[in-house]
C-alpha cells in the first residue's frame, strides 16, 4: 500500500499541495478530545460507503420500498450488515458532532478568528439531523411512516408559511410514495452533495487557522 | 508504527473490497417450479361443497403444512388456496353464510373464491389438481 501511494505520489504529486495540511504544526494542549471531530469525519465516510452499497438494493416506491428492506436483510449476501452498520454509524454519527461540539464550545474554539467555522459545523449538523430525517422514511414501514407523519405535521407549526412548508415536504397533502421519493432524492443526492461541500469549507477553514489549542 | 499502520489499512482495505464484492454480486434466483403435494385419496373428496385439507411437505429441511380447499360446486371441482390476497392471513369456509371469510381484515369470497366484501383486490387462488392412482394431488409453486 506505501509503495502503491509513493508511486502514485511521485506520478500525481498529491502529497506536496496537502503538505501544509499533513503537516501542520500541532498546537500544546491537545487531548484525544481532539479527535471526535475526526471521528465523525470517519463515520461519515462509513455512512458513504455503506450507503452507495445499499443503493444497489433499495428501491424507492411505494409498493417495492419494504420488500426490498427483507430482500436486503434476508436474501442479499450481508445484507444485514451492511443496513445495520448503516444504522449504527448513523447513530454514532450524530452522537460524535455532538460530542464534538461540546468540545469546541467548551475549548471556544467557536470565538475569532473561527466563526465561520462554527457556521460551517452547525450547517453540517443540521444536514446531519435532515440525512437521520429523511433516512428514517426510507425503509417505509409502520414507525418510518408515523415518524415521518409527525415530523412533517411539525413544520405546520411555523407561522404564515407553515401549511405550505408541511406540502412540500410531503410533496402533497399526506404522507404517501411522492413523499418516499421526495425523501429518497435528497437523502442519497442533495445532502451527500451539501454534505461534502460543507466539510471541505470546514476542513480548508481548519486549515488556514490552524487548531484552537489547549485552555 | 508506521509499518504497522501501513499493515492495518491494507487489511482493511482488502477486506472492505472483499466485502462489497460479495454483497454487489447477485445471487441466482432459482425459478419456483410447481410440485405435487399428496391431499388424500379419491373417495375422501367432497361430492358436494368444501373441505379443507393440510398439505404436509419439507420445504428447505423444514417441515411445512399447508391449508387448502377443494371445491366441489356439484358441476365442477377445483382447489382454493386459504391465503387471504389481501395480506395473507388463512381465509376458514363459514358454512352457513357459504362464504370464504377472512379473520383479519373481514374479506369474503364466495365459493369460487371471487371477493364479495372486503379489502381484497384479487381472487383466491386457484391451484391444479392431479388425481393418480386414486390418490389426489395438489400442485404448489416451491
Known sequence: MGYLFDWLDRNFGIKKPHRRFLYRPIPEGVNYFFCLGGIAFTLFIMLFASGLMLAIYYIPSESEAFASIVRIDNE???????????????????????????????????????????????????????????????????????????????????????????????????????????????????????????????????????????? | MKKVAEIFFTIAALVSAGLYLLFAYPKRIRAKKTVYVYACNEDELPVQGVRQYYLKYSLRGQEVQKKIFIVNTGKEQFCLSSVCTHLGCLVAWYRPENKFLCPCHGGQYDIYGNVTAGPPAAPLNKLPIKIENEKVHIGLKL
Open chain 1, 76 to 215: 442479499v449476501r450481508f445484507g444485514w450488515f451492511i443496513r445495520s452498520f448503516h444504522k449504527w454509524s448513523a447513530n454514532l454519527f450524530i452522537v460524535a458532532i455532538m460530542l464534538h461540539t461540546i468540545r469546541v464550545l467548551i475549548y471556544k474554539a467557536y470565538r475569532h478568528p473561527r466563526q465561520l467555522n462554527w457556521i460551517a459545523g452547525a450547517s453540517t449538523f443540521i444536514v446531519a439531523f435532515a440525512s437521520g430525517f429523511t433516512g428514517y422514511l426510507l425503509p417505509w414501514d409502520q414507525k418510518a411512516y408515523w415518524a415521518t407523519e409527525v415530523g412533517t405535521s411539525m413544520a405546520q407549526t411555523v407561522p404564515l408559511l407553515g401549511p405550505y412548508l408541511c406540502f412540500f415536504l410531503r410533496g402533497g397533502e399526506d404522507v404517501t410514495g411522492a413523499t418516499l421519493i421526495r425523501f429518497y432524492a435528497v437523502h442519497v443526492i442533495y445532502l451527500p452533495l451539501i454534505m461534502c461541500f460543507l466539510l471541505w469549507a470546514h476542513f480548508h477553514l481548519v486549515k488556514r487557522q490552524g487548531i484552537k489549542g489547549g485552555l
